[in-house]
């Protein structure tokens, strides 16, 4: 999922595409705020510890109890000391103070964590879990890092994307195998990578295209190290492709390279990290679906990739 922390002021509202950046009907403190997307919905949370969400509601994904979209931000009532939240693709997700997670939305794959394997249009408690600092949601599943760094994921398996050595979906948490210092996890499409704080990367899960950027296209059910990276300070996934930006302000990425979404000049996949061309000053990437994106030291961002819908918010289409 896309993330960026960005000022937003009020405007009306609208249901029009737009190539260029638009006002949200919200004003909201930064940098205590984290703005988090999916497909069709959004949620941000305050600095006070509410979360608000707008967009796509057919599943109960905005959290206000009810399945009606809407164009302008919606308070998530039940939730009011989150730490950090995520937008998976038709639920969401909040870590809250107290350690505990809760999720709403589509649940029919597990993707709630409640062990009911329903749909819920208001939060639910995730089983288990007292100790979360992060959450991260994906296509299908969810991950948290806990305090003592170690990962659980919960949601559709069917390819190993949640790390615990099973191909099977998990209505409840389950732990990834061999991770006890992770300071960041991305729930992809059908992958997830952990940041450690060793500067390096696990990737697990789908590997058709070199998502996991171990060198292989197999897919694996328990995290394998990315190669030749141990010095990164933040971590995206796309669809089929993941990229870090490092410490000295590269940007590597690896899997799918097809629209030039690996940003090394080509359309060519790759199965291990290699360089994003003209970029030395990164200091964070965020990834949608067929782009990727980087915000500079100089607070400018560059993208690169797919450009259609005008995703590079350059005012052009590719």
Not at 121 to 138: D, E, F, H, Q, R
Not at 283 to 298: I, K, P, R, T
Request: aromatic letters at 4%.
């Amino acid at each position: 999922m896309l993330i960026f922390i960005m000022p937003i002021s009020a405007s009306s509202s609208t249901n029009t595409a737009s190539l260029m950046p638009v006002l949200s009907l919200l004003l909201f403190d930064a940098p205590k705020a984290k703005l988090t997307s999916s497909n069709f919905h959004s949620c941000l949370l305050l600095k006070t510890g509410r979360i608000q969400c707008w967009g796509s509601n057919s599943d109960g994904q905005l959290g206000n109890g009810t399945n009606n979209a809407m164009s302008a931000p919606v308070r998530v009532e039940a939730v009011s000391n989150a730490m950090d939240v995520a937008a998976g693709a038709f639920w969401s997700c909040a870590a809250l103070a107290s350690g505990r997670v809760q999720c709403w939305g589509r649940g029919g794959s597990g993707q709630l964590g409640d062990g009911l394997g329903a749909s819920s249009l208001t939060p639910v408690n995730v089983a288990g879990i007292n100790n979360a600092k992060k959450i991260s949601a994906g296509e299908g599943h969810n991950c948290a890092v806990l305090s003592g760094g170690g990962i659980q994921c919960w949601g559709k398996g069917e390819q190993g994307q949640l790390g615990n050595g099973g191909v099977i979906n998990s209505n409840i948490p389950v732990s990834v195998v061999g991770i006890n210092n992770a300071v960041e996890v991305v729930a992809g499409f059908r992958h997830s990578c952990a940041l450690l704080n060793s500067g390096e990367v696990k990737c697990w899960g789908d590997n058709a295209d070199g998502n996991l950027g171990d060198g292989s296209v197999i897919d694996s059910l328990v995290p394998v190290s990315v190669a030749n990276i141990n010095n990164a300070v933040s971590i995206s996934l796309g669809t089929k492709h993941s990229c870090a930006a490092l410490d000295d302000g590269s940007v590597k990425c690896w899997g799918n390279g097809v629209k030039g979404r690996l940003g090394d000049g080509t359309e060519n996949s790759a199965f291990m990290p290699v360089g994003v061309v003209g970029i030395n000053t990164a200091l964070h990437v965020a990834l949608g679906g067929e782009y990727s994106c980087a915000a500079l030291e100089n607070s400018k961002i560059k993208c690169w990739g797919a450009g259609s819908y005008g995703q590079l918010g350059n005012d052009d289409k590719n």
